[in-house]
């Protein structure tokens, strides 16, 4: 009897643990970087809740993480030009996007 004992607890350990090493987390996971294609430094950059500090001419910036969903882009220039804009990014696992600041300033997302 102690041997069915014994195999039951061996047989259900296992099986825990292969449960929980199945069970890997599927939350979103959505980084950022700016291409800032406008003719000016944008300054205070942010994208939801990601600041990009100043974002020189023609530069591009590391990744940083943003929430899932819609994210407001704010920022201005030396002029006082306002860039402006709402990107959505979306999907389970891992995803990394490069938002354009185009010369025209518009804001264009694509995902990498």
């Known amino acids: 009897m102690?041997?069915?004992i014994y195999k039951?607890?061996?047989v259900v350990l296992v099986l825990g643990i292969l449960l929980n090493a199945c069970s890997k987390s599927t939350d979103p996971d959505h980084s950022i970087r700016i291409k800032n294609e406008?003719?000016?430094?944008i300054n205070n950059l942010k994208v939801g809740p990601a600041n990009?500090?100043?974002v020189i001419s023609g530069?591009?910036?590391g990744y940083i993480h943003v929430n899932e969903?819609?994210?407001i882009v704010s920022g201005s220039t030396s002029l006082g030009v306002v860039i402006s804009g709402t990107v959505s990014v979306s999907g389970k696992g891992?995803?990394?996007?490069t938002l354009t600041i185009q010369s025209t300033?518009?804001?264009?997302?694509?995902e990498d």
């Open 69 to 71: 969903g819609a994210n």
């Open 52 to 54: 990009y500090g100043n």
């Open 94 to 97: 891992t995803h990394r996007w």
């Open 2 to 4: 102690r041997n069915y």
């Open 105 to 110: 300033g518009n804001v264009v997302i694509n």
């Open 8 to 10: 039951f607890a061996v």
């Open 38 to 41: 406008y003719a000016e430094t």
């Open 59 to 61: 530069s591009l910036t």
